[in-house]
């Protein structure tokens, strides 16, 4: 089993930053692909970005230049650094990985982008 931790949301205004984080522990031997989706109200969880355990990213097109996914592979954890945020950027945000092929979430933590 892998527990993931998210931290790091809250309220910002338009053109704000925030920086989520998601610790990971249990048994983390084996664990690939990190990544982070989000679900807004009333609408289906999206992919925002995914990095491998090698350092490859991707990112969904509404997020590229400005948001960068990192991963700290020694403390296992992942980071989602958001920058320019925009009120269309709010939702719950969880963190997701992929261990020996089974997915593993968070429980989320809000982001809310207003003014």
């Known amino acids: 089993q892998v527990q993931l931790v998210e931290s790091g949301g809250g309220l910002v205004q338009p053109g704000g930053s925030l920086r989520l984080s998601c610790a990971a522990s249990?048994?983390?031997?084996?664990?690939?692909?990190m990544g982070w989706y989000r679900q807004a109200p009333g609408k289906e969880r999206e992919l925002v970005a995914t990095?491998?355990?090698?350092?490859?990213?991707n990112y969904a097109d509404s997020v590229k230049g400005r948001f960068t996914i990192s991963r700290d592979n020694g403390k296992n954890t992942a980071y989602l650094q958001m920058n320019s945020l925009r009120p269309e950027d709010t939702a719950v945000y969880y963190c997701?990985?992929?261990?020996?092929?089974?997915?593993?979430w968070g429980q989320g933590t809000q982001v809310t982008v207003s003014s």
């Open positions: 997701r990985c992929s261990r020996l092929g089974h997915p593993y």
């Open positions: 249990g048994s983390i031997f084996g664990i690939n692909v």
């Open positions: 990095i491998t355990s090698s350092g490859t990213t």
